[in-house]
């Protein structure tokens, strides 16, 4: 019953920017704590951020510290991903997952175990 679509990847320069979505069908958007994970070639699935309810605890992996912002609007049931300064090992699909059981006190997902909704991917290319 529940969808995640991700869309805005696409081939992207080195050290530019890009913005990617997921908009959620069906569910209570607003009682998931959203994430991204992303997948390079030969490489396992790697966590990249997270959002609480309301937007007001967020992580974020290691990689992508202090170039990456994740946000959510609950009106029109999106998550984004802003990605700034991207490196050509930021290349991979990027998917958009859903955690339904968090609640406020809990940490939030970092694994892929603990989300039950996943979208597609959306293809994120950067060049050298």
């Known amino acids: 019953q529940v969808q995640l679509v991700e869309s805005g990847g696409g081939l992207v320069q080195a050290g530019g920017s890009q913005t990617i979505s997921c908009v959620v069908f069906?569910?209570?958007?607003?009682?998931?704590?959203m994430g991204w994970f992303r997948q390079a070639p030969g490489k396992e699935r790697e966590f990249v951020a997270a959002?609480?309810?309301?937007?007001?605890?967020?992580n974020y992996g290691d990689s992508v510290k202090g170039r990456f912002t994740i946000s959510r609007d609950n009106a029109k049931n999106t998550v984004q991903l802003q990605m700034n300064s991207l490196k050509p090992d930021d290349t991979g699909v990027y998917y958009c997952?859903?955690?339904?059981?968090?609640?406020?006190?809990?940490?939030?997902?970092?694994?892929?175990?603990?989300?039950?909704?996943w979208g597609q991917g959306t293809q994120v290319t950067v060049s050298s």
């Open positions: 959002i609480s309810w309301a937007g007001g605890i967020i």
């Open positions: 069906g569910g209570t958007f607003g009682r998931y704590a």
């Open positions: 997952a859903a955690d339904r059981d968090f609640r406020p006190g809990r940490h939030l997902p970092f694994s892929q175990p603990e989300f039950d909704y």
